[in-house]
């Protein structure tokens, strides 16, 4: 396949609004997509590309040449041009991968460079989301939508699922295909999601007087233990491996009366008086392996679900039943919770871990399976006070005591539709530590300077308390946050899981 005719199809999908005709145009796109094409073309119909670093930037970008008049790239060969710049390394290697870019680009139309351009700088505002992806595939296989959904969810990624459902003859050997993906110990699925709600009672109350569980809400990283003997790996959130890094989760999964399982929970720093520490110690603790940090910063795993036991896949088996396996097999590292159909003792409870320094509750249908990879209503979250996980559009210099500094962040939801819309602007919250990272960080993203605000790519997460939303005629989406202040960036998350603006605007009461 031509990546002309992938260029094409992203482009009409960011000229539209309409779900339905998005989801037509990747049908046409897929079914007229080669079975060993399709994993490059769904992670290019997602936004991405499939090599996590390639080394390229916004300033390596800013002299290709001048694009071609005809079409002649093949997304198989893109693909290889990219895995190429990825391996890259050592003296010299800038250069080659230059060179490299400028012949790939030099290849492509105008069209097709827009298209590489957007997937190198992850800022390609199509609105093709994966969970719309997905549909799209079962719709061009033939195949009913919670079949491709379960086997991305235990594939842990689309493109073998698109590829799989995609290249059988018919939908039923579409169907016998998508069953080959089971859950594997040591492969990481994707972790069931929560919604939202601004208080205990609404959130119970949603489940109509049945019993639930409710979850004191960590404020850790999460994981995903897997063991199979001595063999233990550990998976973040994004499926990524961080197995060397936390030696400490390791060992207690490695002592549990279990010869394989998978785990889902959260793991924290703790203080010697057993009080979370402040999530930037957690966090900073999971993403090195500094013998240092590591001496002085311990993470502890608690765990609130259990996926697979000895042999027993218990993905479809109600939430009480999981629970009872976890606890015979994680005894002391299960979160605390409790069962009840009384929105007053949820309260209790939600009181109580918050005052412990705890991040909220989770509220759960007691009878629900786990459902990897979808924010649906089973499962329930609850904070003690409004946020929202916003992306930073661009920074201003700072003035005063903060001159030198990129300080004031502006603030934008994500449009399911493609791009990000402006809710407003905050320097509250953001320590002298705080300011110094952001200062540096933002300068990788810079896009564009005026002199006054740095533009940058929107990338970077970060999680924002307010205190409520007013009308405004001066951001696109209609509201601004009321009293925002910064809480944390969310290393955990890419711009792709934050908040929407239908979340957003959820969130107002009708007038």
């Known amino acids: 396949m031509l990546l002309a005719d992938v260029a094409a199809t992203s482009a009409a999908l960011a000229d539209t609004r309409s779900r339905l005709a998005k989801r037509a145009l990747l049908v046409d796109l897929l079914r007229r997509t080669a079975p060993d094409e399709a994993p490059v073309v769904a992670r290019y119909l997602a936004g991405e590309l499939r090599q996590r670093r390639t080394g390229l930037g916004w300033r390596s970008l800013a002299a290709m040449p001048d694009p071609a008049t005809e079409p002649t790239l093949d997304v198989l060969a893109v693909n290889a041009a990219f895995e190429q710049m990825s391996r ?14 400028t012949d790939l680009f030099a290849a492509a139309t105008a069209a097709e460079q827009r298209l590489l351009r957007g997937l190198v700088t992850g800022d390609l505002r199509q609105g093709a989301l994966d969970a719309l992806l997905l549909d799209a595939v079962a719709e061009a296989a033939g195949v009913p939508p919670d079949a491709v959904r379960r086997a991305a969810m235990l594939a842990g990624a689309t493109e073998p699922v698109a590829s799989a459902a995609l290249g059988a003859g018919s939908p039923d050997e579409a169907l016998a295909a998508l069953a080959e993906f089971g859950l594997a110990v040591g492969r990481p699925v994707r972790p069931m999601l929560a919604a939202s709600a601004p208080d205990i009672a609404t959130a119970v109350a949603g489940f109509a007087g049945r019993p639930v569980v409710v ?32 030696p400490e989760i ?30 930037q110690e957690t966090s900073a603790r999971s993403a090195t392996q500094d013998a240092e940090l590591a001496a002085v910063t311990t993470l502890s795993p608690f765990f609130f679900d259990v996926l697979h036991a000895d042999g027993r896949d218990l993905l479809d088996a109600p939430l009480l039943e999981r629970l009872a396996v976890l606890d015979a097999v994680a005894g002391g590292h299960v979160v605390e919770r409790i069962v009840t159909d009384d929105a007053d003792a949820a309260q209790a409870a939600f009181a109580r871990w918050v005052a412990a320094g705890q991040e909220g509750a989770l509220v759960k249908d007691a009878a629900a399976p786990y459902e990897a990879g979808r924010r649906g209503s089973a499962w329930v979250k609850v904070k003690p006070r409004h946020t929202l996980d916003l992306v930073v559009l661009a920074v201003e210099r700072g003035s005063g005591r903060r001159e030198g500094l990129l300080s004031n962040i502006h603030l934008g939801a994500r449009d399911p539709a493609g791009g990000f819309v402006m809710l407003g602007k905050t320097f509250k919250g953001m320590t002298d530590e705080m ?19 740095v533009t940058v790519r929107p990338e970077q997460v970060v999680e924002i308390a ?5 009308r405004s005629t001066r951001y696109p989406g209609g509201l601004a946050l009321r009293f925002a202040r910064v809480l944390r960036y969310r290393d955990d998350k890419s711009a792709a899981e934050a908040d929407t603006i239908d979340t957003v605007r959820a969130l107002v009461a009708p007038t």
Not at 88 to 101: C, K
Not at 263 to 271: I, K
């Open 88 to 101: 890259l390394s050592g003296p010299g290697s800038s250069t080659q991968r230059t060179a490299l870019a």
């Open 215 to 246: 979850d004191a809400k960590l404020d850790g990283i999460r994981v995903q233990a897997h063991r199979d003997g001595d063999d233990v790996r550990i998976f973040t959130r994004s499926l990524d491996d961080v197995t060397a890094r936390v």
């Open 250 to 279: 390791v060992a207690v999964v490695r002592s549990l009366p279990v010869h394989t399982a998978v785990l889902d929970g959260e793991a924290l720093a703790l203080g010697p008086d057993g009080q979370p520490r402040p999530f």
């Open 435 to 453: 300011l110094a990272w952001q200062t540096q960080r933002f300068r990788e993203l810079e896009v564009a300077d005026d002199g006054w605000t």
């Open 466 to 470: 307010f205190d409520g939303l007013q």
